[in-house]
């Protein structure tokens, strides 16, 4: 399927069937104020929560773990499970003191402002807040998360290798799950 620019400049369209067209997207108005979300956009496309009382949350997979960003006060906070160390109860003996060792010593090679931390039930989290400065935009949240997600990519290699394990499919970055081994 081709586009085609209409008549107005500023909109796209595409074929449908006879030959009409209708309207993908309109060029946003940048003096334009609406609702998108959980955000409110305004001039300039400066984005702010809809409600301040309720953060605007982003849960993903990013690698097999999960990520959950989420932009209160003008900062956006990221949470990232990395992994579990490996339990006894499965075989994961022989790996446990290669792991622990690792999780010893990582905190001091992260980024000043990324803390990890080993959770009871032996997830590995990490933690990072980011002030974004105004206006805030969904371009200026995408990029600083990519940032995120592409400054970690290292730090991931090196908890495989040391043999930090993903955790299913089906528990959350909440650590909800049906089951969850010792």
Not at 111 to 139: K, S, T
Request: hydrophobic content about 45%; some cysteine; aromatic content about 6%.
């Amino acid at each position: 399927m081709s586009l085609h620019l209409s008549s107005e400049a500023s909109q796209f369209a595409a074929p449908l069937a006879g030959g009409q067209s209708t309207n993908l997207f309109r060029v946003l108005d940048p003096a334009a104020n609406f609702d998108f979300g959980p955000f409110r956009v305004g001039p300039l496309l400066g984005t702010t929560l809809a409600d301040p009382d309720t953060p605007a949350v982003f849960d993903m997979v990013w690698r097999g773990r999960p990520v959950q960003a989420r932009l209160a006060d003008e900062s956006l906070h990221v949470r990232v499970i990395l992994g579990r160390v490996p339990s006894t109860a499965t075989g994961g003996a022989p790996l446990r003191n290669s792991v622990f060792d690792t999780l010893q010593h990582l905190p001091a090679q992260l980024p000043p402002a990324w803390q990890m931390g080993l959770l009871p039930d032996h997830r590995v989290v990490l933690e990072w807040v980011q002030n974004l400065p105004p206006p805030i935009n969904v371009p200026a949240i995408v990029c600083s998360l990519t940032e995120f997600l592409l400054a970690l990519a290292p730090y991931l290699d090196l908890l495989e290798e040391a043999g930090v394990t993903l955790l299913p499919a089906s528990i959350g970055s909440d650590g909800t799950s049906s089951a969850c081994p010792g």
